[in-house]
Nanobody, 115 residues
Framework: QLQASGGGLVQAGGSLRLSCAAS??????????MGWYRQAPGKERELIAA???????NYADSVKGRFTASRDNAKITVYLQMNSLKPEDSAVYYC?????????WGKGTLVTVSS
């Protein structure tokens, strides 16, 4: 099970730090590349950041330079530091593995950025 937290309402230009804790096997978590996804109203869920088993991140162009993904395998948790937030970043944020066999999606955490 994946539980994301840390969302909220923030003004444009602000920052938030999201966490996503996985329950279950620490070993299984540690051997999976992980991703941060988001889904805005009326849009499909999209991958915005990924982090490899070894902790190397890569980002969608829309968040590159503003978001930083990291992981702590001991805590079975991934993090997403979001800076310089924009109204278009407003969405429900989720974490999961990189697929194609996704784990059960959690409820996500809502991020709302006001202009």
């Amino acid at each position: 099970q994946l539980q994301a937290s840390g969302g909220g309402l923030v003004q444009a230009g602000g920052s938030l730090r999201l966490s996503c804790a996985a329950s279950g096997s620490r070993f299984i978590f540690s051997i999976n590349d992980m991703g941060w996804y988001r889904q805005a109203p009326g849009k499909e869920r999209e991958l915005i950041a990924a982090i490899t088993i070894g902790g190397f991140p890569n980002y969608a162009d829309s968040v590159k330079g503003r978001f930083t993904a990291s992981r702590d395998n001991a805590k079975i948790t991934v993090y997403l530091q979001m800076n310089s937030l924009k109204p278009e970043d407003s969405a429900v944020y989720y974490c999961n593995n990189r697929g194609p066999s996704f784990w059960q999606w959690g409820k996500g955490t809502l991020v709302t950025v006001s202009s």
